[in-house]
């Protein structure tokens, strides 16, 4: 089983930066590929990021939804059981819970993804 916490949200202004980050318990953290979701009030859970499993033959691919490519960028310590998503040149758009999240294989889909943080509050002020 693991438990993931995030950690890194607030309030920042447009065109700010902000890094989350999740941290995982579990031996196991670097078997599972981990993504980031976020979640307006009012809207589904949508994919922002995911890095594919260390171990595996694509070790570390990172994948990204096309609304924050070249503005988000994922990262993985296993030495440390932690993910990141680095945040920049955010918009009011991003404004939004986010969750972190732990799968047998990446994926877009949140239905593939078996563990969930509890969220954090990211808001962008215009």
């Known amino acids: 089983q693991v438990q993931l916490v995030e950690s890194g949200g607030g309030l920042v202004q447009a065109g700010g930066s902000l890094r989350l980050s999740c941290a995982a318990s579990?031996?196991?953290?670097?078997?599972?590929?981990m993504g980031w979701f976020r979640q307006a009030p009012g809207k589904e859970r949508d994919f922002v990021a995911a890095?594919?499993?260390?171990?595996?033959?694509?070790?570390?691919?990172?994948y990204y939804a096309d609304s924050v490519k070249g503005r988000f960028t994922i990262s993985r310590d296993n030495a440390k059981n932690m993910v990141y998503l680095q945040m920049s040149s955010l918009k009011p758009e991003d404004t939004a819970v986010y969750y972190c999240?732990?799968?047998?294989?990446?994926?877009?889909?949140?239905?593939?993804?078996?563990?969930w943080g509890q969220g954090t509050q990211v808001t962008v002020s215009s």
């Open positions: 999240a732990a799968a047998r294989a990446s994926s877009y889909s949140p239905g593939e993804y078996e563990y």
């Open positions: 890095i594919s499993q260390a171990i595996s033959w694509n070790g570390g691919r990172t």
């Open positions: 579990g031996r196991t953290f670097s078997s599972y590929a």
